[in-house]
């Protein structure tokens, strides 16, 4: 795979110095979390604040996942760079990359993925700290919106794989609220129908326990549109989750 520079962000990053994979690799950053060592090498996140913009640059060694297309493995970030691709060709609201690349050096297999920060957005679960306080106006849009995300990115034939409250994003606006999606490294092909969609939808239902059952049917009611079987899925979504609950 080719190096990759978001057009809108070249002029940016030239003027920075910043259009190489070395110059990126080389920047001395703080990390903003622990390193993920999980797969053998190693992975971590930084803010990188350039004037006007700001972006989250993940750089990994030997962090590497094993696919059916890759059956030795690939740098979990090229995976995740593809879907980001992925998404925006369909059109499904998520995280822009700006910069990607990898190389493969003796005995080490680097790769950097630049990301648009989301400045501006919080994640599900932050609203979700607050929901009781909230007004309820506030809280029908945010179902409504997430309900909507869920929808688009089914409709297009992906499923998330990781659609928990951290990785939803929303942002307020004169209508109501946007939503997007992070971590997307997780996403497949929509393969198997209901049951697919059944899996992707549960774990947020789980991790969102302050929502009670109406806010639920308004989620669902988002999520299905007009004419959708709300009582059933609501009945199997439940029925997943309290299988999950009890292992």
């Known amino acids: 795979m080719s190096d990759f520079i978001a057009a809108q962000d070249r002029a940016l990053l030239e003027r920075h110095g910043l259009t190489s994979f070395d110059a990126l690799w080389a920047l001395k950053l703080e990390a903003v979390d622990e390193p993920n060592t999980e797969r053998g090498g190693w992975s971590s996140v930084y803010r990188l604040d350039l004037g ?7 750089r990994q060694s030997n962090h590497l996942t094993k696919t059916l297309r890759h059956p030795f493995g690939e740098p979990t970030f090229a995976r995740e760079f593809r879907n980001i691709q ?5 059109g499904i609201p998520a995280l822009q990359a700006a910069f990607f690349a990898e190389r493969k050096l003796p005995g080490e297999w680097r790769a950097v993925l630049l990301t648009r920060a989301l400045d501006g957005w919080q994640d599900l679960d932050t609203w979700l700290q607050g929901w009781s306080g909230l007004e309820a106006a506030s809280r029908r849009a945010i179902l409504s919106a997430c ?6 990115l089914h409709k297009f034939g992906q499923i998330h794989g990781c659609f928990y409250p951290k990785h939803i994003f929303l942002r307020e606006t004169a209508a109501g609220f946007d ?19 059944i899996k992707d939808l549960e774990p947020l239902l789980r991790r969102a326990s302050v929502w009670d059952d109406a806010d639920v049917r308004l989620f669902l009611a988002a999520y299905l549109g007009d004419g959708g079987e709300l009582e059933g899925w609501s009945a199997r979504l439940g029925a997943r989750r309290r299988n999950k609950e009890s292992r």
Not at 52 to 58: D, G, M, P, Q, R
Not at 147 to 152: I, K
Not at 179 to 190: G, N, S, V
């Open 147 to 152: 309900g909507e995300l869920a929808q688009r």
């Open 179 to 197: 939503a997007q999606l992070i971590d997307l490294e997780k996403t497949r092909p929509l393969l198997f129908g209901q049951r697919d969609r």
């Open 86 to 90: 992925r998404y925006a060709a369909l």
């Open 52 to 58: 006007e913009a700001a972006f989250y640059l993940k």
